[in-house]
T-cell receptor, first 109, second 114 residues
């Protein structure tokens, strides 16, 4: 089976940095997604990590350690519009993509 | 262009109605997905088509019937739904395998079953 864990809620301050962690246990791991989802909207693709290491895209970075079953999403220079849910999802050898329960991020001014 | 389109945006239907949700992508992606999402929950996988063939059915009730007429289109036919089927229905597409194998979502159809 598959198990994906991420914190339910986090709070951070505008302008700060926040790290959202995701741990997973799955057979046949192929890659890990991060999505941002604002209330009432569809998820927006942020990153897809296949290899170990850090990938940076502007204010957002994503890290993967395959041996530890661990990933994090790093958000820098937080803005109020970053208040959203952040979803970690893993994919295996088939096309199945399974989502964690999501982390609701609250940004305080 | 990473656009996946879905119609309609909103749908209200009775339990005896038959309706269809439509999804379209023109990115040449080989895999297309249907997800169901209830409020404050993550997307829940329903079906996956790969190269126009159904590859994954997550034990979805038969009142939901997927169809992939061609590589760009994906439909979800709805019949005799229950009020608990009210949710956001999301379509997604995915390119292939390897490093560039991102998955992109459409805007969703918000379905209400009365």
């Amino acid at each position: 089976g598959q198990n994906i864990d991420q914190p339910t809620e986090m709070t951070a301050t505008e302008g700060a940095i926040v790290q959202i962690n995701c741990t997973y246990q799955t057979s046949g791991f192929n890659g890990l997604f991060w999505y941002q989802q604002h209330a009432g909207e569809a998820p927006t693709f942020l990153s897809y990590n296949v290899l170990d290491g850090l990938e940076e895209k502007g204010r957002f970075s994503s890290f993967l350690s395959r041996s530890k079953g661990y990933s994090y999403l790093l958000l820098k220079e937080l803005q109020m519009k970053d208040s959203a849910s952040y979803l970690c999802a893993v994919t295996g050898r088939d096309d199945k993509i399974i989502f964690g329960k999501g982390t609701r991020l609250h940004i305080l001014p | 262009d990473t656009e996946v389109t879905q119609t309609p945006k909103h749908l209200v239907m009775g339990m005896t109605n038959k309706k269809s949700l439509k999804c379209e992508q023109h990115m040449g992606h080989r895999a297309m997905y249907w997800y169901k999402q209830k409020a404050k929950k993550p997307p829940e996988l329903m079906f996956v088509y790969s190269y126009e063939k159904l590859s994954i059915n997550e034990s979805v009730p038969s009142r939901f019937s997927p169809e992939c007429p061609n590589s760009s289109l994906l439909n979800l036919h709805l019949h005799a739904l229950q009020p608990e089927d009210s949710a956001l229905y999301l379509c997604a597409s995915r390119s292939g395998s390897g490093r560039g194998n991102e998955q992109f979502f459409g805007p969703g159809t918000r379905l209400t079953v009365l």
